[in-house]
């Protein structure tokens, strides 16, 4: 038998994997398809010479074999939306001389009767699933949870770990990042993955509710407290939160007098209606999120130093988009995904170049600003791909280097970084292809390399 093995092993290699049921795919450690069997294939409706050297995001969506590749951990009977169905995936990390190098997935596919009665069954139980989550959502105000964050990089990955710890207990959490980071994404995760996750959650956005109507949003009133109060008073944010949590957005803009009351809520744990002539006791945990630097806001005496302290007892950063690109690629499939699922238009993947202007987009508006941008683009593009003619003028190479401030110098110098950072990236890290695709020699891509600190 050991000999058979070693005579025919291409035989029995195409036998076992290119004539089987199941579809078969191997990635290197970057995600890029080093194989993938007939049968894999067929169901994709590709063939090898297109599919191999590929992303694997680019030719089987929703998959995860990259990140399995990267984590060294092995998800086994994962189900997966490919084309319209439900499979039952497993991805295994391949391993040489103690590293992870790769991983081998495979997924059952049987076009038969019983597979697509499986299939139905597991169709209607999402559904179900759905319904009940929906209902839930409705109930208690929380839209997302940590599995809506779409990413793969190292730094998103610790956040949510770090998401994962902190959200159990009670302590407050201060959310900070740019506008558009998600900083609301990861309060609902919060909220979900704690005790209170069956208790309302009322989220209060302190930008745009006005100074003379905030006390009263927060804290409610009695009947007769004030001209055109409601008959029987109204309940505010705190009391409909008890028991729940309550998340104050941009709360850089709360005026002072607000920011005394939530102090005391903090404090004491009971709030004051206006026209009340008693306290109420109510238990929330208190989740805040900003984009302003709160330490220059209490030097200006524009934030209270006492109630900093009482909200930043656990600190999350949330990163920009710029400074975790390898997010783009996965991040861009899955809007892309969820907007012509919206707008019923079909358009199933990017040209390269528009990846490419993404990679080196430095995003100001963050994950807010990509998904405006890939919606105009669904609706604009003539075509199944997204070419880069159907971005927005600002964001196309020809457009976004001129919208960069500095001298001359400092933005040619930021443009040939940036080019620098997209060859390597196509190259893989490989720095002679990366000088070839440059066209200029390697000792001088290693200076350039040194003198941007790449």
């Not at 050991?2 to 029995?12: G, P, R, V």
């Not at 497993?90 to 038969?112: C, K, Q």
Request: proline residues 2%.
């Amino acid at each position: 038998m050991h000999h058979l093995a070693d005579k025919y092993k291409e035989e029995i290699f195409e036998t076992v994997f290119e004539n089987a049921y199941h579809c078969f795919v191997v990635v290197d450690g970057d995600g890029l398809i080093t194989y993938m069997n007939n049968t894999y294939c067929d169901f994709l409706e590709t063939n090898k010479q297109e599919a191999i050297g590929k992303h694997v995001t680019d030719v089987i969506e929703n998959s995860r074999m990259h990140i399995v590749a990267k984590s060294g951990k092995e998800e086994i009977a994962d189900l997966q939306y490919i084309r319209g169905n439900h499979m039952i995936a497993n991805r295994i990390p391949v391993r040489s001389d103690g590293e992870v190098v790769g991983a081998v997935g495979t997924v059952l596919f049987r076009d038969t009767k019983e597979w697509k009665k499986m299939n139905s069954h597991i169709k209607d139980l999402l559904l179900e699933l759905e319904h009940y989550r929906s209902q839930l959502k409705n109930q208690h105000g929380t839209t997302y949870s940590l599995h809506d964050i779409v990413s793969s990089s190292p730094q998103m990955n610790e956040l949510k770990n770090k998401i994962k710890k902190v959200s159990p207990g009670d302590v407050s959490v201060l959310l900070r990042g740019e506008s558009g980071t998600g900083k609301e994404l990861f309060a609902h995760s919060i909220h979900h993955l704690s005790e209170r996750s069956g208790k309302p959650f009322i989220k209060v956005n302190c930008a745009a509710i006005p100074e003379h109507l905030l006390e009263s949003e927060l804290f409610g009133y009695k009947e007769g407290a004030f001209t055109g109060a409601k008959k029987g008073g109204k309940l505010g944010k705190f009391q409909l939160a008890d028991g729940g949590t309550v998340f104050l957005d941009e709360i850089g803009d709360m005026p002072l007098s607000a920011q005394v009351k939530i102090l005391r809520v903090l404090q004491e744990g009971e709030v004051e209606a206006l026209g009340a002539n008693d306290t109420q006791k109510i238990d929330v945990r208190i989740i805040a999120a900003t984009n302003q630097s709160l330490e220059k806001l209490i030097e200006e005496q524009r934030f209270r130093d006492d109630l900093f302290y009482r909200i930043n007892v656990v600190q999350v950063q949330i990163p920009p988009l710029r400074e975790r690109t390898e997010d783009l690629r996965v991040l861009s499939k899955y809007i892309l995904t969820k907007v012509t699922e919206r707008s019923g238009k079909r358009v199933i993947d990017f040209d390269q170049l528009v990846l490419d202007c993404f990679m080196t987009y430095q995003w100001p508006g963050n994950i807010r600003e990509l998904e405006n941008v890939i919606e105009s683009a669904v609706h604009l593009t003539n075509t199944e791909i997204i070419k880069l003619e159907d971005l927005p003028d600002r964001i196309r190479p020809n457009s976004y280097s001129l919208q960069q401030n500095g001298t001359l110098k400092e933005i040619l110098n930021n443009t040939e970084k940036q080019t620098i950072e997209r060859s390597l990236r196509k190259a893989n890290g490989d720095k002679l292809k990366a000088a070839k695709l440059l066209g200029i020699g390697k000792s001088k891509l290693y200076d350039k390399i040194k003198k941007y600190g790449i």
